[in-house]
C-alpha cells in the first residue's frame, strides 16, 4: 500500500517546493492538495468541521493547488501529485484539461486528479456552478476533460459543457489520461465510479467503510465487465501508525494520505519527518 501526505498551504506557510522536496526525501509515494478559491463573507451553508458551523480561515486561504503542485513538480522526480480534492463544476473544463495536460507533462505523467462536487451552496454558485446538480455537471466536465485529452479533433454536447469540434493540445502523458478519483460518499458514487471514473478517494472513512466500499466498487466493476483491480481506493485523512496503516491495507485500501497539521515552515518540515517515522 502506498502512503502520501496531504497540505493546505497559505501565502505564509512554508514554500511547496521546499515541503514536496521534503516529502520525497522523506520516502513518501505522493503529495496532495486541496481546493477552495473563494468563501463567501455570507453564507448558510454549514461547516462540518467546527462547534458552531463557521467556515475556519484555512478554508478559505489556502493557495491554487495545480500552481502550488506545478511549482512542487519542478523540484521532484518521483512523488505522484495530486488533489485531495478539486472542485470541479468551479472550473472551466476546456481550461482546465489544457492546465492538467500540461502538469502532467511538465511532471513527466505524476498527476492524479482528486475530484469532487463541493459541499458549500454560496461558494459553488459564485463559481459558476449549479450546486442542486453538482454531480451530472462534475460527470460532464469529466467527460469533456477526457474527449480534450484523448482526441485529437475533440467535441461535446451535454446541458452543462458543450463545444464543437476543437484543437486542445498538448495531451497528458499518462495514457489515456491520469486516474480520475472520485470523493465523497453519496448512495451513488460507487455507481459514478464505475461508469466514468478510476477510483475512490474518500475522506476519514473507518477501516470498516474502506472494506464495505472496497466490496461494493468491486461487485460493481465486475458487473459492469471492469477489471476490478483498475480501481484505485485512496483514503484520505487517516491515522498514521504501522498498526492502523495495516488495517486498511487488509480493508482493500491501495493508498492512503496522512495530513500535516502544522503549515508553518519549520513545523511542517519536521512533521513531515514524524509522520514518516511513525508510517513508514
Same mark, same amino acid.
Given at each position: 500500500m502506498d502512503i502520501g501526505v496531504f497540505a493546505s498551504l497559505s501565502a505564509g506557510a512554508v514554500d511547496v517546493a521546499e515541503l514536496a522536496q521534503k516529502v520525497e526525501a522523506a520516502g513518501f509515494e505522493s503529495f496532495w492538495m486541496p481546493e477552495h478559491p473563494v468563501m463567501p463573507v455570507h453564507t448558510t451553508s454549514q461547516y462540518r468541521g467546527t462547534p458552531d458551523g463557521s467556515v475556519p480561515p484555512y478554508m478559505y486561504n489556502m493557495v491554487d493547488p495545480y500552481m502550488a503542485l506545478s511549482r512542487a513538480s519542478a523540484v521532484t522526480s518521483t512523488i505522484k501529485l495530486g488533489t485531495s480534492i478539486s472542485l470541479i463544476p468551479e472550473r472551466?473544463?476546456?481550461?482546465?484539461?489544457?492546465?492538467?495536460?500540461?502538469?502532467?507533462?511538465?511532471?513527466?505523467?505524476?498527476?492524479?486528479?482528486?475530484?469532487?462536487?463541493?459541499?458549500?451552496r454560496e461558494e459553488t454558485t459564485i463559481m459558476g456552478g449549479n450546486f442542486?446538480?453538482?454531480?451530472?455537471?462534475?460527470?460532464?466536465?469529466?467527460q469533456a476533460m477526457k474527449e480534450l485529452w484523448t482526441k485529437e479533433q475533440a467535441e461535446f454536447h451535454g446541458a452543462y459543457v458543450d463545444f464543437p469540434p476543437v484543437y486542445c493540445?498538448?495531451?497528458?502523458?499518462?495514457?489515456?489520461?491520469?486516474?480520475?478519483?472520485?470523493?465523497?460518499?453519496a448512495p451513488?458514487?460507487?455507481?459514478?465510479?464505475?461508469?466514468?471514473?478510476?477510483g475512490w478517494l474518500p475522506a476519514g472513512a473507518?477501516?470498516?467503510?474502506?472494506?464495505?466500499?472496497?466490496?461494493?466498487?468491486?461487485?460493481?466493476?465486475?458487473? =459492469? *465487465?471492469? %477489471?476490478?483491480?483498475?480501481?484505485?481506493? +485512496?483514503?484520505?485523512?487517516?491515522? @498514521?501508525?504501522? !498498526?492502523?496503516?495495516?488495517?486498511?491495507?487488509? =480493508? *482493500?485500501? %491501495?493508498?492512503?494520505?496522512?495530513?500535516? +497539521?502544522?503549515?508553518?515552515?519549520? @513545523?511542517?518540515? !519536521?512533521?513531515?519527518?514524524?509522520?514518516a517515522e511513525a508510517a513508514l
Open positions: 472551466n473544463p476546456l481550461m482546465l484539461a489544457k492546465v492538467i495536460a500540461t502538469l502532467d507533462l511538465y511532471s513527466g505523467g505524476r498527476f492524479i486528479l482528486g475530484v469532487g462536487a463541493g459541499w458549500h442542486d446538480h453538482r454531480w451530472t455537471q462534475t460527470r460532464e466536465n469529466v493540445d498538448p495531451k497528458p502523458v499518462q495514457k489515456p489520461h491520469p486516474p480520475v478519483l472520485l470523493g465523497g460518499a451513488n458514487l460507487f455507481r459514478r465510479i464505475v461508469g466514468w471514473a478510476d473507518s477501516v470498516e467503510q474502506v472494506k464495505a466500499g472496497r466490496a461494493t466498487l468491486d461487485e460493481l466493476a465486475e458487473a =459492469a *465487465g471492469r %477489471d476490478p483491480a483498475g480501481f484505485q481506493v +485512496t483514503v484520505f485523512n487517516v491515522p @498514521g501508525d504501522r !498498526d492502523t496503516l495495516q488495517q486498511y491495507a487488509e =480493508a *482493500g485500501a %491501495d493508498r492512503v494520505i496522512l495530513s500535516l +497539521t502544522n503549515a508553518r515552515e519549520a @513545523g511542517a518540515l !519536521d512533521e513531515v519527518d514524524k509522520l
